[in-house]
Nanobody, 121 residues
């Protein structure tokens, strides 16, 4: 199995910045895409940003130009630098990866427990 642990959430004023980190551990054979989703109260979980092993990225339109995703493949980590935060960015942010565990032949989606990001106006 693969475990994901997020860190870096918190409370920040509008216009501020936060950096989220996520570390994958466990019986990892290969991690493909890694990224971040978020879920605000009453809303469905939505994609924020993803990055594949080769470095190609995909961002939600609402965060383009403000958020930057990066990853350290050697350490099985993914990061999300969030700048110019807005109150509408308030949500629980979930780390995500799609990968293969040791001994498995099936690609599986794995999720972290989530970290709260609150942006005050």
């Amino acid at each position: 199995q693969v475990q994901l642990v997020e860190s870096g959430g918190g409370l920040v004023q509008a216009g501020g910045s936060l950096r989220l980190s996520c570390a994958a551990s466990g019986s990892i054979f290969r991690l493909n895409a890694m990224g971040w989703y978020r879920q605000a109260p009453g809303n469905q979980r939505e994609l924020v940003a993803t990055m594949n092993v080769g470095g190609s990225t995909n961002y939600a339109d609402s965060v383009k130009g403000r958020f930057t995703i990066s990853r350290d493949n050697a350490k099985n980590m993914v990061f999300l630098q969030m700048n110019s935060l807005k109150p509408e960015d308030t949500a629980v942010y979930y780390c995500f990866t799609n990968g293969l565990a040791l001994g498995s032949t099936r690609l599986t989606d794995y999720w972290g427990q989530g970290t709260q990001v609150t942006v005050s106006s």
